[in-house]
């Protein structure tokens, strides 16, 4: 049963930086690629980010290109993503997923507010 958890989410300045992460499981995760996609309220999902199985190819959105930083460890089952200078528009509901695979799983919020 596939089962993806992130984390890590939080309350933030503009111009702050968090780190999340998403536990995964239920799948062979070292042999598929992962996204991460968020949702602002009011909003459909978006795509943020996407790694290849082994973590050679990355891709992001225009919205977070230069500011997110997209990772995976394949030893422990999670991919990271790192966001620096955060935006009041980057607040949403952040999930992880596998790249070819719906949404599905606990998501972590992103605040991001003075």
């Known amino acids: 049963d596939v089962q993806l958890q992130a984390s890590g989410g939080g309350l933030v300045r503009p111009g702050g930086s968090l780190t999340l992460s998403c536990a995964a499981s239920g799948f062979p995760f070292d042999t598929y690629a992962m996204k991460w996609v968020r949702q602002a309220p009011g909003k459909g999902p978006e795509l943020v980010s996407t790694i290849s199985s082994v973590g050679r190819i990355t891709t992001y959105a225009d919205s977070v290109k230069g500011r997110f930083t997209i990772s995976r460890d394949n030893a422990k089952n999670t991919p990271f993503l790192q966001m620096n200078s955060l935006r009041p528009e980057d607040t949403a509901v952040y999930y992880c997923?596998?790249?070819?695979?719906?949404?599905r799983g606990q998501g972590t919020q992103v605040t991001v507010s003075s």
């Open positions: 997923a596998q790249n070819l695979g719906s949404i």
